[in-house]
Nanobody, 124 residues
């Protein structure tokens, strides 16, 4: 099993920035991709970004391209999501999750372990 410690959420004004962290522990050899998902009230959980553990290649959903940056520190088994120029539509609970696949997994069912989630609220 993989366990997670998520941090970095909070309340920010539109145009502001936050950085989310996700530290994995346990069976960290069991994943090759780590992703960030979000779920807004009344909406389905959706993929935001993911990063491959081996070569660091990344994926971003269209709505966050140019504003969010995912990065990793393999020595710490930690992934970060730097979120800039936030807007109210980014308000959601953000989850990190791991997948064994490194073939750009984008579906929830492809991810095996999930963090507890952290709230991000963008409001003036």
């Amino acid at each position: 099993q993989v366990q997670f410690e998520q941090s970095g959420g909070g309340l920010v004004q539109p145009g502001g920035s936050l950085r989310l962290s996700c530290a994995a522990s346990g069976a960290t050899l069991d994943y090759r991709t780590i992703g960030w998902f979000r779920q807004a009230p009344g909406k389905e959980r959706e993929v935001v970004s993911n990063i491959r553990k081996d070569d660091g290649r990344t994926y971003y959903t269209d709505s966050v391209k140019g504003r969010f940056t995912i990065s990793r520190d393999n020595a710490k088994d930690t992934v970060y999501l730097q979120m800039n120029n936030l807007n109210p539509e980014d308000t959601a609970i953000y989850y990190c999750a791991t997948a064994y696949s490194n073939n750009w997994p984008l579906q929830l069912w492809e991810y095996d372990y999930w963090g507890q989630g952290t709230q991000v609220t963008v409001s003036s």
